[in-house]
């Protein structure tokens, strides 16, 4: 049998759930899934809706039901749900309740096992209670840590005889590898409802699937230092700002010019006003792609300038931050270096050698550690400590692909507040 393509719509608008809920279709869907997200926003509405525009396709309503199992199986049903979600950590009663409940009803039920410590062991319980299928779902959050969801897919599907459904940051490039490890039905989200053209990303999964190759995709679900990096060449300033829920800017650091691009790691060094043998030295210390972060109390004299900065064009630096003064402002704009600082002043200090490198610094209000990562543009400094790089790394590539799409809303003449629905989410 085919692996079959399951499109979770995670929306909290229905007009846009039903548009990608099209696209997806088109690009070869099988299943449609009203996700937790819509049902919480639109209600059952959103089932509703869906099975009037495709009467003859599946569709699954994500209830993650934790409680009163037959009344919420009983509603999504008689919504047009065809399978109803259920969570696998819910009690053995509740699951009960919504096995029986979808046999009067005439819908298959789903145990999702998201958040189940014993993975294995519930999901052959739930198969003896009669569980229609099984899901193995790797939670957004982890997603972000750079987990998946491959290793326990296949350890279950080897095991039950029941269809098991795998979900977690599966793209282009991974659903092959889904229905390697046993997944019969492949469970995709953002890969297409954040894609620029859903309907080309939903045909490249189904290629994926029916041929076991790996596809090429923008998205990135996976860690590494690299990928790391590249994802950060990727995303602005803003875009991580705004994963890191408006935080991680070093409030006060400016750009030296327009255009100005910078990503890399810290190394970090605190010195007095002006002293500048440190920060000298760093360069030294540092190694390709670092980016040196100098704490010297956001005030001058200047302890950076054109003779540094070919010292770290050398080197193969990545830029400069400063909470201080640096110097020789269009030589270093010639040098195309990407440096930051709070001020800029002709006067420079003596290089007396007071101060640490690789110690804690701040800048701003911000601490910067050495290894955490560095993002610069034209609206400043973000900084990620390294334990969450791999997590907001990919947050910011959640909100980049978002604004891109709803960019391409507004190309097609709309606006900004009819996109995001501005007066509805309103806070009452």
């Given at each position: 049998?085919?692996?079959?393509?399951?499109l979770?719509?995670?929306?909290?608008?229905?007009?846009?759930?039903?548009?990608?809920?099209?696209?997806?279709?088109?690009?070869?869907?099988?299943?449609?899934?009203?996700?937790?997200?819509?049902?919480?926003?639109?209600?059952?509405?959103?089932?509703?809706?869906?099975?009037?525009?495709?009467?003859?396709?599946?569709i699954?309503?994500?209830?993650?039901?934790?409680?009163?199992?037959?009344?919420?199986?009983?509603?999504?049903?008689?919504?047009?749900?065809?399978?109803?979600?259920?969570?696998?950590?819910?009690?053995?009663?509740t699951?009960?309740?919504?096995?029986?409940?979808?046999k009067?009803?005439?819908?298959?039920?789903?145990?999702?096992?998201?958040?189940?410590?014993?993975?294995?062991?519930?999901?052959?319980?739930?198969?003896?209670?009669?569980?229609?299928?099984?899901?193995?779902?790797?939670?957004?959050?982890?997603?972000?840590?750079?987990?998946?969801?491959?290793?326990?897919?296949?350890?279950?599907s080897?095991?039950?005889?029941?269809?098991?459904?795998?979900?977690?940051?599966?793209?282009?490039?991974?659903?092959?590898?889904?229905?390697?490890?046993?997944?019969?039905?492949?469970?995709?989200?953002?890969?297409?409802?954040?894609a620029?053209?859903?309907?080309?990303?939903?045909?490249d999964?189904?290629?994926?699937?029916?041929?076991?190759?790996?596809?090429?995709?923008?998205?990135?679900?996976?860690?590494?230092?690299?990928?790391?990096?590249?994802?950060?060449?990727?995303?602005?300033?803003?875009?991580?700002?705004?994963?890191?829920?408006?935080?991680?800017?070093?409030?006060?650091?400016?750009?030296?010019?327009?255009?100005?691009?910078?990503?890399?790691?810290?190394?970090?060094?605190?010195?007095?006003?002006?002293?500048?043998?440190?920060?000298?030295?760093?360069?030294?210390?540092?190694?390709?792609?670092?980016?040196?972060?100098?704490?010297?109390?956001?005030?001058?004299?200047?302890?950076?300038?054109?003779?540094?900065?070919?010292?770290?064009?050398?080197?193969?630096?990545?830029?400069?931050?400063?909470?201080?003064?640096?110097?020789?402002?269009?030589?270093?704009?010639?040098?195309?270096?990407?440096?930051?600082?709070?001020?800029?002043?002709?006067?420079?200090?003596?290089?007396?050698?007071?101060?640490?490198?690789?110690?804690?610094?701040?800048?701003?209000?911000?601490?910067?550690?050495?290894?955490?990562?560095?993002l610069?543009?034209?609206?400043?400094?973000v900084?990620?400590?390294?334990?969450?790089?791999?997590?907001?790394?990919?947050?910011?590539?959640?909100?980049?692909?978002?604004?891109?799409?709803?960019?391409?809303?507004?190309?097609?003449?709309?606006?900004?507040s009819?996109?995001?629905?501005l007066?509805?989410?309103?806070?009452?």
């Amino acid at each position: 049998m085919k692996p079959i393509l399951q499109l979770a719509l995670d929306f909290i608008d229905l007009q846009r759930a039903l548009k990608n809920a099209q696209a997806g279709i088109a690009g070869g869907v099988n299943w449609l899934e009203a996700g937790t997200p819509l049902i919480k926003s639109e209600g059952l509405n959103a089932v509703r809706e869906l099975r009037k525009l495709f009467p003859q396709t599946t569709i699954v309503a994500d209830m993650k039901i934790m409680d009163t199992g037959r009344v919420e199986v009983e509603a999504a049903a008689k919504a047009g749900a065809n399978i109803v979600d259920v969570l696998g950590a819910a009690s053995d009663a509740t699951i009960q309740e919504c096995i029986q409940a979808g046999k009067n009803y005439g819908a298959k039920i789903v145990v999702d096992m998201i958040a189940v410590e014993d993975v294995l062991s519930r999901a052959q319980f739930v198969e003896e209670l009669g569980a229609d299928y099984v899901t193995i779902h790797c939670a957004v959050d982890e997603q972000m840590q750079g987990k998946d969801p491959f290793e326990t897919l296949r350890q279950v599907s080897q095991v039950l005889n029941i269809p098991v459904g795998v979900a977690g940051g599966i793209n282009s490039e991974t659903a092959g590898e889904a229905v390697a490890a046993g997944g019969a039905i492949v469970i995709v989200g953002g890969a297409i409802s954040k894609a620029l053209d859903p309907e080309q990303a939903a045909r490249d999964i189904r290629q994926g699937l029916d041929t076991g190759k790996s596809i090429s995709t923008t998205l990135f679900k996976r860690g590494g230092e690299a990928q790391i990096r590249e994802i950060l060449e990727l995303v602005s300033t803003a875009n991580l700002s705004d994963a890191l829920h408006r935080g991680g800017v070093l409030q006060g650091i400016r750009p030296l010019f327009p255009g100005i691009q910078m990503v890399g790691r810290a190394i970090t060094v605190r010195t007095y006003p002006g002293d500048w043998a440190k920060p000298v030295q760093a360069i030294d210390v540092a190694e390709p792609g670092d980016v040196i972060v100098i704490d010297a109390g956001g005030v001058g004299p200047a302890l950076w300038g054109e003779l540094a900065t070919h010292s770290a064009v050398r080197k193969g630096l990545a830029g400069v931050v400063i909470d201080g003064a640096l110097r020789d402002s269009d030589e270093i704009v010639a040098l195309k270096f990407p440096a930051f600082s709070r001020l800029v002043m002709p006067n420079a200090g003596e290089p007396k050698g007071f101060g640490e490198i690789g110690v804690t610094v701040t800048v701003g209000d911000m601490r910067v550690e050495t290894g955490d990562w560095l993002l610069g543009d034209g609206d400043g400094v973000v900084v990620v400590p390294r334990a969450m790089a791999v997590e907001y790394a990919n947050r910011g590539m959640d909100v980049l692909e978002k604004e891109n799409r709803i960019r391409e809303e507004i190309k097609e003449g709309s606006t900004l507040s009819k996109v995001t629905e501005l007066l509805r989410w309103e806070k009452k």
